[in-house]
């Protein structure tokens, strides 16, 4: 599968608006287009291929579920993964000959994002440091008592930085893609002993996706019970995500209820202090 | 002079703030060009002269950094407390406004990260990922039309809650009922998110044991544990992970090599196997 070089810019493109400090807006860039689900569509629809993309899409969007980026320290690059991970991962599935639904396909997809979304994070530093320049000019700027060239500072100026660090890396990779999977085909056989580890990494990455974000859920033992809840309904019960996000809207609403009447007893006064102390 | 910020100005300052509170983001300043040019329209309409107004926006050079969805609240209180401070009350002066915001970023960033990007998003995905199964690009158009609306509809929303109800529209949000609504919104997502796991995680053993000279292996050790627990090796590396990223307070990354180490190993002596062929 050949990616020519106008998909290639398309997706730069993308890659410019998407990424974590993004020219898509935080919402609409970095929180949708980023996201390996959405970046599986767009890369589906330029590609030519909806289904493969969406799929590999999927099997990112595990790992990098909770990226969350506390104090603007990433660990892995959206921009990076979503625009090339998954055009990359998508051209090696093709190669492979690998269904991009089967387990195979989902494990080697992972494993392919997660190595390119973690040496993107060189991006992300990139473009943050370059933004540092036009920062300058921000600020001498008011120093002087000109406040027209603030706006040109905040959203013109930082595409240069994502031409740099968002387009040209991603035009290069997409296009340099194909002949590096040949490659790396032809070195690492599929049942040899690298290829097991890489498709074993990929089945064991999401786990990590998920443990961050248990990290953040998890304060005290029983909100463990609530994961195992879910997990249950899930993998025993065979319920689809839709229906488990309904039964756990139910228990949400019934913790809800007990809170306010919590709170409303706290408030009305000493009589239930007096029945604690009983207890 | 007493000046009112007009709605025009209002919904513009908010557009900036929606649009460009990262655009030009640096290690250094963050967030703090977003939050300028936020103000400006603002600052522009309050301030006659030039001088008023450079010194107005040098209020909020200082540094700015939270979570940029939750944080409108924060770009409203200060529209409000800018209009106050433009119309002469007491007490409201640069020290005051930084105060105030340096005081919440911090809470702000914390609630922000963990209920909006650690719980909201990762449902809307969960569900999304459940109706793209099989490659439908529906999950995907369902996600970038929730999502976009909530993120959009809910940060107006506490821009101009924040506006009209300046510092009090943060009680709302830490307070005894926010934090009501905070744990029931968490417990939903700790719910959900197991059965995203359990959904799309698949870790499997390929280990066998045969007796001599049979034919069937007489353990098979998936099966065992599906009859324990239905995704019990899914589970157990999980909560490994989670073990070691929240006790042991090893970053993710370190754990994604212990990983790759622990497939190397796991394939070598045939706990893990693909079953990989051309």
Known sequence: MEISWLQAAILGLFACLSSMPGLGGTSFGNYTLGRPLIGGLVCGVVLGDIQSGILVGIAMQLVYIALVTPGGTVSADVRAVSYIGIPLAMIALKSYGLDAASLDGQSLAASFGTMVGTLGTVLFYGTATINLVWQHIGWKSVEDGDLSKLNIVNYVLPWISHIICSFIPVLIMCKMGAPMVDLIKEYLPMDGLAMKTLFTVGSLLPCVGIAILLKQIVVKASDFVMFFLGFTLAASLGINLVSATVIAGTFAIINYRIKMVMITKKASGSIDVDDEEDI | ?278
């Not at chain 2, 040098?58 to 106050?84: D, K, M, R, S």
């Not at chain 2, 809470?107 to 990260?113: H, K, Q, R, T, V």
Request: with cysteine; net charge negative; hydrophobic share 50%.
């Open chain 2, 1 to 278: 002079m007493n000046k009112k910020i007009s709605k025009k100005t209002l919904t513009k300052s908010f557009h900036k703030w929606y649009y460009g509170n990262l655009t030009c983001f640096s290690q250094e300043h963050m967030q703090t060009f977003g939050y300028l040019c936020a103000m400006l329209p603002i600052v522009e309409e309050l301030y006659d002269t030039k001088e008023e107004q450079l010194k107005a926006i040098h209020t909020y050079t200082a540094f700015f950094n939270t979570e940029p969805q939750l944080g409108a609240v924060i770009v409203g209180i200060t529209a409000g407390l800018e209009e106050a401070r433009a119309a002469g009350t007491e007490d409201v002066d640069d020290e005051a406004i930084n105060g105030l915001r340096a005081g919440l970023m911090g809470p702000i960033a914390g609630i922000g990260d963990s209920l909006v990007v650690g719980t909201v998003i990762p449902i809307l995905l969960g569900i999304a990922m459940g109706m793209s199964t099989g490659g439908s690009p529906l999950g995907a158009i369902f996600y970038i039309i929730v999502w976009n609306l909530f993120a959009y509809f809910g940060m107006r929303f506490i821009f101009n809650k924040g506006y009209d109800l300046g510092g009090k529209a943060v009680e709302f949000l830490v307070g005894e009922k926010g934090e009501a609504i905070r744990e029931s919104i968490t417990m939903l997502g700790a719910i959900v998110i197991g059965a995203v796991a359990a959904s799309w995680v698949s870790v499997k053993t390929a280990f066998t044991m045969t007796a001599a000279g049979a034919e069937e292996p007489f353990l098979v050790l998936q099966d065992t544990f599906d009859s324990v627990y239905p995704g019990f090796l899914s589970a157990g590396v999980i909560v490994f992970c989670w073990y070691l990223l929240a006790k042991k307070k090893i970053s993710p990354l370190k754990v994604m090599l212990l990983l790759v180490v622990i497939a190397f190993i796991g394939v070598l002596i045939g706990f893990f196997d693909p079953n990989l062929q051309y």
